[in-house]
């Protein structure tokens, strides 16, 4: 009963970041069919790798017929950040198996990551059952919306157009807020920002994802803790 109710909470917990995604998930599916994958390679792709943003860089550049190493490169500079979630997320989950571990880090998203990191902080027991209730909810959902925008994509002919490209900055942003409270928030995103922002212009994408993070790391490895909690009190 204890499990089925963890399991329960880890799926009401999942619907929110879920449906936030959700869009995101469905301009996946349709970029990709519109860079000449098909429906079926679409598909697999989600079902197999399950990283939206890297997923969307690689289609792209599929699309573009760049060489196989800038495609592996481009996405692993992308991806860096869950470097860092593992890092982050393996004292909360330390108590599982490693077969359930192998699982956890499949499932481990930016939503999935910000859950689990916000019920440990509350004190709370991430146990498997929450942790695989909150994934699966994400997993599925975005497995249906990349089917239905792959579906769809051939009548989509520039996503542009329709500000479909506006979705992933919102996305991210949306996740970046909801650390707002913790402390020295503020001056860690304005160095991820402009540390992002300064390697766009100089190094190019995707390249300014890692080194925007690697800005933001290295602030707070200099910051006390707390300062910045204090300086808003």
Not at 8 to 13: D, N
Not at 213 to 232: D, N, Q, S
């Amino acid at each position: 009963m204890r499990e089925s109710s963890e399991f329960s909470s880890g799926l009401r917990s999942g619907i929110v970041p879920a449906l936030s995604a959700a869009p995101f998930g469905m301009l996946f599916g349709a970029v990709s069919v519109t860079q000449g994958q098909s429906v079926f390679e679409t598909a697999m792709m989600s079902l197999t790798i399950f990283a939206g943003a890297s997923q969307l860089v690689g289609v792209e550049l599929f699309g573009q017929r760049v060489a196989p190493w800038l495609i592996i490169a481009s996405i692993v500079a992308v991806n860096f950040r869950h470097v860092l979630y593992s890092a982050a997320l393996t004292p909360v989950i330390a108590h599982f198996p490693l077969p359930k571990k192998l699982v956890a880090f499949f499932l481990m998203t930016d939503p999935q990551f910000a859950e689990a990191l916000k019920r440990h902080e509350e004190e709370e027991r991430v146990t498997f059952a929450w942790y695989l209730g909150a994934g699966l909810v994400l997993y599925v959902l975005w497995n249906i919306m990349t089917l239905i925008g792959a579906t769809l994509g051939g009548f989509i002919t520039n996503p542009e157009a329709l500000g479909l490209d506006i979705l992933l900055p919102i996305y991210f942003l949306s996740l970046v807020m909801g650390f707002r409270k913790r402390p020295n928030y503020l001056p860690i995103v304005a160095a991820s920002a402009l540390g992002s922002i300064l390697a766009y212009a100089t190094v190019g994408s995707p390249w300014h994802v890692s080194i925007g993070a690697l800005a933001g790391i290295l602030l707070a490895a200099l910051l006390p803790p707390g300062k910045g909690k204090e300086a808003a009190q």
